[in-house]
C-alpha cells in the first residue's frame, strides 16, 4: 500500500515537472517569437564587414548600444548633454517632465532591447535608459537645428556636420523610431504647437540631399519606417514597379559596352526611384544614378539591412547586382556616364567602377527581381540580326559624314559595277 502512494506521489511529481517545464518551453518560444517581430536593428554579418569594415563604423558619433562597447568619443558624449540641456531649456521641461519620459523609456526597456540583435546583459537598465534618453534627445535637437539652418548646426563645422549625418544613417548606430517618436511628442506636443513639423517629415526633410527622399513623406511604406536606414530604403523604393522576386533566375551576361555592339540604346529616366529599369524594344531605360562620396556607406548599409532584416526582398540588392553585372569596367561606367544614367560626383570612372564591382562580395546571389529584363537583354545580345545592324550603324553609320561618305561609295560602287556589266555585254 505505502508503495503505491509513493509510486502515486512520483508519477504526480513527474507530471509536474513536464508541466512546468512545457509551461517554460511555450513561454521561451513565445519571447523568442516576439524578440524576432521587434527585432529591426543588427549587427553587420562578419563577411559583409570583412570586405569594408569602415563603411559601418561610426565616424564621430556612437548612437544606441551596438556601438556602445567600442571607444565612445568622450567630446561627442559631452555634446549630447549640451544638447539636452539646451532643448529642454528651449521647451521649458521641468524636472517632472523630464522624470515623465524616463518612465516611459522604462516602461518600453524590454520592446526596445528586442529591437537590437545582441542582448547586451552587461548593460544595467539605468544606464540603457540613460543612452536612449540622450540619444534620442540628441537626434531630435540636431535634426532641428538642421532644418532651421542650411548648413548645419551652429556649434558644428560643416566637416562634422556631415560625418554626423552620415553616422546616422549607419545600420548599427541607430535607435527605433518609436522611441524617439515617443519623446519627441512629448517635448514638442502637436495639441500645443500647430505649426510642429512632424518626426517622421523632420527626418525626411533631412536627408533631402538623396534625390530619391523628395516629396514622399506621406508614402505608405515610409510611414511605417522602423530606423533611419529603413527609412532610407523605404525612400529609394518608393514608388517601385511591382516585379516577381524569383530565386535562381536567369542573370545579366554582358556589359554595358558589349550590348552597345548589340545595338542596345541606353536612355536615364526621370523617374526617382531606381529600381524602376525597364527594357523595351532594344532600349535599356534606368533612372539615374547619382555616386558621390557618401554612396558606398549607403549603399552598404542598406544592403546589410536588407541580408538581415529583408532576405526575401532584397530589392536594392538585387539592383546592385544588376548594376554590377552591367559594368565591368571603366569603359562602361563611361558609356553611362555620357548616356547621363551615372552622375558621377567621383570624376573618375575607375573608381565607380571599383565600388559598384565591390557591393556583392559575400552577398548570396540566390535571388533577384530583375530576371525576366536580364533574359530579354541575353537574348537580344544572342540575336545575330541584332550584331548585323549594330555593326553596320556603329561602323559605317556613326555620324551624318560617315554615313554620308559610306551612301556615296555605295553609289559608286553600283555605278562602277554596272559600267563593267555594260562594257562586257
Not at 545579366?252 to 529599369?277: H, P, W
Not at 552622375?343 to 557591393?359: K, M, P, T, Y
Request: aromatic share 10%.
Amino acid at each position: 500500500m505505502e508503495n503505491d502512494i509513493e509510486q502515486g506521489n512520483d508519477i504526480e511529481m513527474a507530471s509536474n515537472i513536464f508541466k512546468k517545464l512545457a509551461t517554460e518551453v511555450i513561454q521561451g518560444a513565445q519571447t523568442a517569437s516576439k524578440r524576432l517581430s521587434e527585432c529591426c536593428i543588427y549587427s553587420v554579418p562578419k563577411p559583409l564587414r570583412n570586405v569594408n569594415g569602415k563603411a559601418y563604423s561610426p565616424l564621430l558619433i556612437s548612437i544606441g548600444p551596438l556601438n556602445r562597447q567600442n571607444t565612445r568619443p568622450e567630446a561627442m558624449e559631452k555634446e549630447k548633454l549640451k544638447y539636452f540641456k539646451k532643448l529642454t531649456e528651449r521647451v521649458g521641461m521641468d524636472k517632472k517632465k523630464i522624470i515623465d519620459i524616463l518612465i516611459s523609456i522604462e516602461n518600453q526597456e524590454e520592446r526596445l532591447r528586442h529591437c537590437y540583435s545582441e542582448k547586451f546583459e552587461s548593460i544595467e537598465s539605468h544606464d540603457f535608459v540613460e543612452m536612449i534618453l540622450l540619444d534620442a534627445v540628441f537626434i531630435i535637437q540636431f535634426l532641428l537645428e538642421s532644418k532651421d539652418h542650411d548648413n548645419g548646426p551652429e556649434n558644428f563645422e560643416p566637416r562634422m556636420t556631415f560625418d554626423i549625418r552620415e553616422d546616422l544613417m549607419l545600420l548599427e548606430n541607430q535607435l527605433p523610431f518609436f522611441i524617439i517618436q515617443e519623446i519627441y511628442d512629448q517635448v514638442n506636443p502637436p495639441s500645443q504647437d500647430a505649426t510642429a513639423i512632424p518626426f517622421l517629415d523632420l527626418a525626411t526633410l533631412h536627408f533631402r540631399k538623396y534625390t530619391f527622399s523628395q516629396g514622399v513623406q506621406t508614402s505608405p511604406s515610409v510611414q511605417g519606417s522602423r530606423h533611419f536606414t529603413d527609412l532610407l530604403r523605404n525612400l529609394m523604393l518608393n514608388g517601385a514597379i511591382q516585379r516577381s522576386y524569383k530565386i535562381y533566375p536567369m542573370k545579366l551576361k554582358y556589359s554595358a559596352v558589349m550590348l552597345r555592339e548589340a545595338g542596345v540604346k541606353f536612355q536615364v529616366t526621370k523617374d526617382k526611384c531606381l529600381v524602376n529599369i525597364e527594357f523595351e524594344e532594344g532600349e535599356l531605360k534606368i533612372p539615374q544614378l547619382e555616386v558621390d562620396h557618401s554612396f558606398e556607406r549607403l549603399v552598404r548599409n542598406i544592403m546589410a539591412l536588407e541580408q538581415c532584416c529583408y532576405p526575401s526582398e532584397a530589392y536594392v540588392c538585387s539592383y546592385i547586382k544588376f548594376m554590377d553585372n552591367l559594368i565591368n569596367s571603366a569603359e562602361d561606367v563611361g558609356l553611362l556616364v555620357r548616356k547621363g544614367i551615372i552622375l558621377n560626383r567621383l570624376g573618375d570612372d575607375a573608381a565607380v567602377s571599383n565600388i559598384i564591382n565591390h557591393f556583392c562580395e559575400n552577398i548570396g546571389d540566390s535571388y533577384t527581381c530583375f530576371g525576366d529584363i536580364s533574359q530579354k537583354i541575353n537574348a537580344h545580345y544572342e540575336s545575330r540580326f541584332n550584331h548585323m545592324k549594330a555593326t553596320l550603324k556603329l561602323v559605317y553609320f556613326p555620324n551624318i559624314w560617315r554615313g554620308t561618305a559610306t551612301v556615296a561609295a555605295a553609289i559608286l560602287l553600283i555605278l562602277t559595277l554596272i559600267q563593267t556589266i555594260k562594257s562586257f555585254l
